[in-house]
C-alpha cells in the first residue's frame, strides 16, 4: 500500500465539496483541517472549480502541508492533466474510466474511480485502480459492499453518496467493509455555508472523526 493510500485510510473521512466563491472553498477546507481531516476532495462542478482549486492548493501548500488535496469529478484525461497541474495529490472520478487509469498510472498518481456494480469493480482494479469509489452510495447501500468484499476481499473501498456524519452510518458502511468514506452536504450544510459558519463545520467534522474513532 502506498503511503499516500495509507494517509486516505487513516484520515477515514474525505470531505467532498466545491463551490462558486473561492473564499467560502478555502473556509470550509479550513475548517475540515482545523476539525481533524487531513484529506479533501474539491470537485470540478462548477466554472470557477479550476481556479479556486489553484488557489486552494497554494493555500494548503503553505498552511496546511500534511493536507491530502485531491480533485474530483475528473471525466477524461484533459481534465486529469489540468487538476493534477494545478496540485492535486490524487484524482477522483464518478465514473470509470480506462484512459484517465492509465494516465494517473504513468503519473503516479492515485486514481479512485466511480463504480456502482460487480463488473466495474473489477474492471477498475485492472486498470490499477488501488481504492475503488462506490457510487452513488445511496442507491446501493452497504449490502452491496459487503458483498463486493465477499468475492474480492482485498479490494478497498471508498464510498460515496449516502454517508452520514453518525455512528449508525458510519457503523453500517465501515462494518460492511469500506476502508474511507467521502462526505459532503452531510458535513457542510446549506445553512452553516449561507451564514459562513465555520465553526460549525469544525465541530460537525471533529465530532464525526469522534464517531468513527468510537466505532
Known amino acids: 500500500m502506498n503511503t499516500l493510500l495509507t494517509k486516505l485510510t487513516q484520515s477515514g473521512i474525505i470531505p467532498v ?31 470557477q472549480a479550476l481556479d479556486n482549486f489553484r488557489q486552494v492548493a497554494e493555500v494548503a501548500k503553505r498552511d496546511m502541508p ?19 497541474a494545478a496540485g492535486a495529490d490524487f484524482i ?3 465514473i470509470m474510466n480506462p484512459a ?26 485492472q486498470q490499477g485502480a488501488e481504492l475503488v469509489k462506490v457510487f452513488p452510495g445511496e442507491v446501493v447501500g452497504p449490502a452491496f459492499v459487503r458483498s463486493v468484499k465477499s468475492v474480492m476481499p482485498d479490494v478497498m473501498l471508498m464510498v460515496t453518496g449516502g454517508v452520514e456524519p ?34 460549525t463545520i469544525q465541530q460537525t467534522v ?10
Open 166 to 199: 453518525t455512528t449508525e452510518s458510519l457503523k453500517a458502511w465501515f462494518g460492511a467493509g469500506v476502508s474511507c468514506v467521502g462526505m459532503g452536504s452531510q458535513l457542510f450544510s446549506k445553512q452553516a455555508i449561507a451564514e459562513k459558519n465555520w465553526a
Open 206 to 215: 471533529a465530532q464525526a472523526i469522534s464517531l468513527l474513532k468510537g466505532l
Open 92 to 94: 477522483v472520478s464518478p
Open 100 to 125: 484517465v487509469g492509465a494516465w494517473c498510472r504513468e503519473h503516479n498518481l492515485l486514481w479512485s474511480p466511480g463504480c456502482m456494480t460487480v463488473t466495474e469493480v473489477f474492471q477498475a482494479r
Open 17 to 47: 465539496f466545491s463551490h462558486p466563491d473561492v473564499e467560502v472553498s478555502l473556509a470550509v477546507v479550513r475548517a475540515c483541517y482545523d476539525g481533524g481531516l487531513r484529506a479533501f476532495e474539491y470537485t470540478n462542478r462548477n466554472a
Open 66 to 84: 500534511d493536507l491530502l488535496l485531491g480533485a474530483g469529478t475528473i471525466w477524461d484525461v484533459p481534465m486529469a492533466e489540468t487538476f493534477a
